[in-house]
């Protein structure tokens, strides 16, 4: 008699695809991680009114109003991210065990997906509509690359995680109408509102410069559904680092 055949329990190895684990919670924890040591670390060392992106800075005052005063949520939106997937991989309770070989292939995949946003924004301007009305110029090189980082963890978890989820759930659930629509009606939201975002409080942003931000907040809300959020934030902070920090090193 034939004995069952058991289904594997390991991942990569067994045949499970790259693409759907890099989607997978625990990977994107671990892919991530460092980053987010990275980005918190430098904020508290720095001035935190320096290199502290918007989204983060809003995400923290609205945990603050309900249990922390001013100032101690300091390093929350870290513990927001890392509990966010630690969570949902308990949820789904899958395996503890991690390939490397599938981290490093992320960061790989990052980095050639911020190529196309790259090339649209020197096509637009030379890149500068990544610093238009900014004082990112007058930081240290540390706190440019802390807010290259910090633009890619906390503005896709606002714009893309919670945004286009919000959306999402307001379409299907409520308005009945089918996933993709959900999907799509998000991702246009959620560009509309990036766009509208890197407006303020500066009002005089050059319609240029809003043309990129909502087309660079679909294609992230494009990567966003299709390979997840750990490879959306790795290759917005991956466009940032090289369009605010390399850029402008080598640039007299």
Not at 31 to 47: D, T
Not at 73 to 98: D, P, S
């Amino acid at each position: 008699m034939a004995k069952p055949i058991k289904k594997s329990t390991s991942t990569f190895l067994s045949g499970s695809s790259y693409f759907d684990l890099s989607k997978e919670p625990l990977y994107i924890l671990i892919f991530l991680l460092p980053l987010v040591v990275f980005y918190e670390a430098r904020l508290y060392l720095a001035n935190i009114n320096n290199i502290q992106i918007k989204a983060h800075y809003h995400l923290e005052r609205f945990f603050e109003s309900f249990f922390l005063p001013p100032t101690q949520g300091l390093g929350l939106g870290g513990i927001i991210i890392i509990t966010i997937f630690l969570v949902w991989h308990l949820i789904i309770a899958n395996r503890w065990a991690i390939d490397c070989k599938i981290i490093v292939f992320m960061a790989i995949e990052s980095i050639f997906l911020a190529i196309p946003l790259l090339i649209f924004g020197g096509f637009l301007g030379g890149l500068v509509v990544a610093t238009e009305g900014s004082s990112i110029e007058k930081l240290l090189t540390s706190e440019k690359l802390a807010v290259s980082i910090g633009a890619g963890l906390y503005e896709e978890l606002v714009f893309r995680m919670i945004i286009i989820g919000f959306v999402h759930t307001i379409v299907c659930n409520i308005f009945k109408q089918s996933n993709r629509a959900g999907l799509i009606a998000g991702v246009v939201f959620s560009s509309v509102l990036f766009a509208l975002y890197h407006d303020l409080p500066n009002v005089d942003l050059s319609e240029i410069s809003l043309f990129f931000f909502f087309g660079a907040g679909a294609y992230l809300g494009f990567l966003f559904v299709t390979r997840g959020f750990g490879i959306t934030a790795a290759t917005h902070a991956a466009y940032d680092v090289v369009a605010i920090t390399i850029i402008p090193f080598f640039t007299p």
